[in-house]
C-alpha cells in the first residue's frame, strides 16, 4: 500500500511563485513510486493575492489543503501549523521559493524507507546568499554551539523529512516562543544528511530583513542556553575583584602618598564603561524575562482562520 507523505510549505507574500512552485513540485512527486502526497500550503497572512492563487489551487487538485492563518504569525508558528495539519507517514518541510531542491526528495523518501528517521538538506554551497549573510549564518552557528548543549547542524535549514514519530515528539514540546531548528535537534532520532548546492531564489524577496535575522538569531541563543546571562555573573565578579583591589590600591596610595588629585578622564571612563555592562547585563535579564513573560501567558501559537481543501473524487 503506497505511503501517505505530507509536504509542508509556509507561504508569506509569494503570490508570484505559486504557480511556478506547482509546477515544479508535483511531476517530482508524482514520480516517485509507492507514494501519495498531500500538499499542505500555510498562508501566513499574506498581504498579496498568495492565498487567492493557493485556494486556486486546492480546487483543481485535491492533493492541495490550504490553511489559512488569521494573521501573519512568523515563519516558525506557520510551519508549526503545517505540521500539525500534516497527516502523512513521513512529513517534509521545503520553503516556497524553491531554493530548496526537490529533486532532493525522493533521496529522502529513500533515507527514510532504509530506516532514518529523521533526513537533513545540508547546503555545501551558499553562492547564492550575500557573503554578508553567509558570514553572519557561520558566526551564528558557531557561537551556538558554543554555549548551547543543544548542536545545530551547521548550514541546515528547515528543508527536510521527518518521520510521524518525530512530528508527534514536536508536537509535545509547549513553547509558545519557537526556534525551530534547535527544537529538530532537540527531539533526537537517528539523522541522515544530505548535501545541495543552493539556488537563487524563482520569485520574490526574502522575508527576513537584518533586524529580523538579528532577532532570530537571538531567540535561538537564548532558547537552549542560559550561558548568556551566566557570562554577566562572571563579568560581575572579575569586575567586583577588579574593583577591591583598585580600591585597596588607591587606600595604600593615599596612605603613604598623600592625597592626589582625581582625573576627570579616568572617572570618565570608569562611569560610562561599568555603565554600559550594567545596561548589557539588564538587556540580557530582559531577554529572558521578557521569554518567561511570553510563556506564561499561554497564548496559541497560531490561529487558524479555514483550512481550504477539495475532497477527492471517489475512485470507481
Given at each position: ?33 509507492d ?5 499542505v ?7 498579496d ?15 492541495f489543503?490550504?490553511v ?21 507517514a ?5 520553503d ?12 529522502m ?13 545540508r ?25 548551547s ?12 523529512l ?11 514540546l ?9 527544537l ?18 524563482n ?18 541563543l ?10 554577566w ?15 585597596l ?7 603613604f ?54 475532497p ?5
Amino acid at each position: 500500500m503506497p505511503s501517505l507523505i505530507s509536504l509542508v510549505v509556509p507561504f508569506y507574500n509569494e503570490g508570484n511563485g505559486v504557480d511556478l512552485f506547482a509546477q515544479t513540485i508535483l511531476p517530482v512527486l508524482t514520480a516517485i513510486p509507492d507514494t501519495e502526497w498531500e500538499l499542505v500550503c500555510v498562508d501566513d497572512g499574506s498581504k498579496d493575492d498568495t492565498l487567492r492563487r493557493l485556494i486556486a489551487l486546492a480546487r483543481q487538485n485535491s492533493q492541495f489543503k490550504i490553511v489559512e492563518l488569521s494573521r501573519n504569525f512568523g515563519k516558525e508558528a506557520a510551519m508549526t501549523a503545517g505540521l500539525d495539519a500534516a497527516t502523512g507517514a513521513a512529513v517534509i518541510v521545503i520553503d516556497a521559493d524553491l531554493q530548496d531542491p526537490p529533486e532532493l526528495i525522493p533521496q529522502m523518501i529513500t533515507a527514510w524507507q532504509e530506516g532514518a528517521e529523521v533526513v537533513l538538506g545540508r547546503r555545501v554551497d551558499r553562492s547564492s546568499d550575500s557573503a554578508a549573510k553567509r558570514l553572519t549564518a557561520s558566526w551564528f552557528y558557531s557561537l551556538h554551539n558554543r554555549l548551547s548543549k543543544i548542536k545545530i547542524p551547521s548550514n541546515v535549514g528547515d528543508f527536510r523529512l521527518m518521520d510521524r514519530c518525530v512530528v508527534d515528539a514536536l508536537q509535545q514540546l509547549p513553547e509558545r516562543q519557537r526556534f525551530m531548528k534547535g527544537l529538530y535537534a532537540w527531539v533526537g532520532f537517528r539523522t541522515v544528511t544530505l548535501d545541495y548546492v543552493r539556488a537563487a531564489r524563482n520569485a520574490g524577496e526574502s522575508k527576513f530583513s537584518g533586524v529580523a535575522l538579528w532577532n532570530f538569531a537571538l531567540e535561538g541563543l537564548t532558547s537552549f542556553s542560559t550561558l548568556p546571562i551566566r557570562i554577566w555573573t562572571y563579568l560581575g565578579t572579575v569586575g567586583a575583584i577588579c574593583a577591591l583591589m583598585y580600591g585597596l590600591f588607591i587606600v595604600g596610595r593615599t596612605l603613604f602618598m598623600g592625597n592626589t588629585v582625581p582625573g576627570y578622564a579616568s572617572l570618565f571612563f570608569a562611569v560610562t564603561f561599568f555603565g554600559s555592562i550594567q545596561i548589557i547585563s539588564i538587556g540580557m535579564l530582559g531577554e529572558y524575562i521578557g521569554r518567561i513573560y511570553m510563556e506564561t501567558k499561554q497564548r496559541p501559537i497560531y490561529l487558524v482562520r479555514k483550512i481550504h481543501q477539495t475532497p477527492a473524487s471517489p475512485t470507481t
